[in-house]
Structures are given as structure tokens and as C-alpha cells.
């Protein structure tokens, strides 16, 4: 009998530990990709493209207002999602709409 393959967030989880990042980080990517698989209503991300990331990524910027940071971890646990999981790079060229960098005035110190 075949082997059950493992559903992707396991995966991803083994990966994470097996490189030795920390709980953190395996938490932060896990609910990053866990979210980039809702959004898309449950897609698996080896059938996804390069215009399903640039949606990913974008919506929070322009709906949910989310920091810069936030964005980035976002594109980050998908790096790590489709370079060490799936095996595969990234399509090139991805240009999502990048959440902006705070105003300060001098008068918020």
C-alpha cells in the first residue's frame, strides 16, 4: 500500500524543524501560508502562480493596512514555502503592492 501523502503545512513544519528555526518562525510561516491557502479558497500552492501571490500579498497592504514588516513576513514564509517545501522557485518578477512606510513628525517623539 502507498504511502498517505503528507498534507503541505506538516510539511512545511517538518522542513522548519528539521532546519533548526525557531518556534517563532515555524508559527509566523505556518499562519502565513495556512492564510495564503485560505484566501484562495483552499488552492494547493504547487497549482498556484504568480498572479495568486501578487493577490496574496497585495490585499493586506491596500485592505487590512498591515505594516510593512507584516508584508514581508508574509513573502517570506512563501519563499520558504515554494523554495524548501515544494522545491521550486519562485516566478519572477512578482510586483505586489507594498505597504508604505509610516509618516512620523518630529512632534511623535
Known sequence: ????????LDRVRRCIRL????????????????GYI???NKGHPQEMGKAEIERF???PAIKL????STQN???NALLFLYRE??????????S????????????DS
Open 57 to 59: 500579498l497585495s490585499h
Open 73 to 75: 513576513q508574509a513573502f
Open 1 to 8: 500500500m502507498a504511502a498517505k501523502p503528507s498534507k503541505i
Open 38 to 40: 485560505l484566501f484562495h
Open 19 to 34: 532546519k533548526g528555526y525557531s518556534i517563532r518562525t515555524e508559527r509566523a510561516y505556518v499562519s502565513g501560508i495556512k
Open 65 to 68: 493596512n498591515v505594516s510593512k
Open 85 to 94: 517545501v515544494l522545491e521550486r522557485d519562485l516566478p519572477a518578477g512578482i
Open 96 to 107: 505586489a503592492y507594498r505597504a508604505k512606510k509610516p509618516v512620523r513628525s518630529p512632534l
